[in-house]
């Protein structure tokens, strides 16, 4: 049986994963936003720095012993048993688009496992927030996960669909099994799959930042997340598959 999380912990980690949120509409479709790129060539923001240092600060100010991970500076190591787990912007590409499928996301991990996930949809107004043990919470009502029981009825989104990021056979595997296909991507795509809207979420290769909330969000919405191995550690660059249960295994084998 899992430990529940505290809930002031719980509370607090809700309070600014909320505020960070907000925090992005200042710079969301702002003639003046400023874009450059990474060394991996994708895009980061003054508004993914801004917000991310915002994270950081709170959580150090509370909890100065905690490590924190996040993607637009390097890793503060603590001496806890707790890791913050920040991803200031993700879906960067939409947000210096203007496109509102961008979101906000953190995560606790702590000595027994995922214990926190939020994602915020800002310029949607939408989010979902899990604590272990806790359940959660939603703009939705009672967010719960899809009842489809089969591949052939079910909605599979990913980031993309392209090559070479997704390999050649699970990629002709996902196509081919019957299931409707979209490109809701980032976490929005997870959002999607716990509030019970599509039935799954692949991703071939994701970083930590990436995921780490939804290893919290997905079995309080009484769905299932793993890596395609059917691994439930959180990994950096592996391949994850979120679905409502029903059709889990069905997906792995797909992917192999």
Known sequence: MSVPI????FDFATRIASEAAALTLDWFQKSDLQVSLKKDQTEVTDADKAVEEYLREAIGNHFPHDTIIGEEHENSDGSSNRKWVIDPIDGTASFVR???????????????????????????????????????RSSRLNPSVSSVKTIEKSCVSSSSFDMPWWPAKPLTAILSSGAKTRTWGDGYGYFLVATGQIEAMI?????????APMLTILPECGGLITTWKGQSTLLDREGW??????IHDHLLSLLQ
Do not use: M, Q
């Open 6 to 9: 505290e809930t002031d912990l």
């Open 98 to 136: 203007g496109v509102p499928l961008y979101s906000s996301l953190l995560a606790l991990i702590d000595e027994h496992g995922p214990a926190i996930g939020t994602i915020h949809l800002p310029a949607l107004g939408d989010y979902v927030i899990a604590g272990r043990g806790l359940g959660a």
């Open 203 to 211: 991703d071939p290769s994701l970083y930590i930042y990436d995921i």
């Open 241 to 246: 598959v979120a679905t409502n249960g029903h």
